[in-house]
């Protein structure tokens, strides 16, 4: 269980840093934008050569493509909730961030607990590289916006770092609660995970990527898919 936290505070760490940067810095645009396409890239890597590839040799098309489809539809679920939340008007913006990235990171950082009850380290370790990579520009354009909303540097600060305790409190319950499981019910899981990443990836990072920086950003992209490709191997 030790290692599922220290992969959780890993990960949500970059939460953490991201808030402090965005607290007292305003980065260019077109910069978190490749940060984001290389997030993007990162996450595809992962998901694809790690957790769905899993999921499918243990527990075969059906299996594994019903996880996947059922793990989109959370996630859209979620951010349709956070569009809602959003709806109120802007006194309630920051709390509808708030809401967006955690509900989106909740069943990411699962999918990291889960990924370390395979027997090879290396997929969990590109999972968690790409996690870090989403979580660092997610949590400095959000505490930007934040400032910009004429929120307190102390209160983007507290948010985030909240955010990240919860989120990395997900990674050890996905350990934990799915510890010595193996076989078809690990595989739905695997695949579940991989599908709500996907759906992410789809509704928030590239959209937000490609927005802000235009086509160049298929560089950063495949430069993320790139570096996690090869941690996985």
Do not use: C
């Not at 992969?7 to 910069?31: K, N, R, T």
């Not at 490749?34 to 040799?57: Q, T, Y």
């Not at 990836?201 to 950063?220: H, I, K, N, Q, S």
Request: glycine residues 12%.
């Amino acid at each position: 269980m030790l290692n599922a936290l220290l992969f959780g505070l890993a990960a949500s760490s970059a939460l953490v840093l991201g808030a402090v940067a965005g607290a007292y810095w305003s980065p260019p645009q077109p910069l978190l934008a490749a940060a984001l396409a290389f997030a993007s890239g990162a996450l595809v890597s992962a998901l694809a050569f790690d957790l769905f590839e899993e999921s499918f040799r243990a527990g075969g098309a059906w299996l594994s493509g019903i996880g996947l489809l059922d793990g989109a539809a959370t996630v859209v679920a979620d951010v349709l909730l956070a569009h809602y939340i959003a709806g109120g008007g802007s006194s309630v913006s920051a709390f509808a961030l708030l809401a967006g990235v955690t509900l989106d990171g909740i069943p990411e950082n699962m999918a990291l607990g889960i990924s370390l009850l395979e027997t090879s380290s290396s997929g969990a370790l590109a999972l968690l590289v790409a996690i870090f990579a989403s979580n660092l520009p997610e949590a400095l354009g959000g505490a930007v916006g934040m400032r910009e909303q004429g929120r307190s540097k102390v209160f983007a600060i507290g948010v985030w770092t909240a955010t990240a305790i919860l989120l990395a409190t997900a990674v050890v319950i996905g350990k934990g609660t799915f510890e010595g499981m193996s076989g078809e019910p690990l595989a739905m899981l695997l695949s579940f995970a991989g599908g709500a990443v996907l759906a992410s990836l789809a509704d928030t990072l590239m959209p937000d990527a490609y927005r802000e920086g235009g086509p160049l950003v298929a560089f950063a992209t495949a430069a993320g898919f790139l570096l996690s490709f090869l941690i996985s191997q």
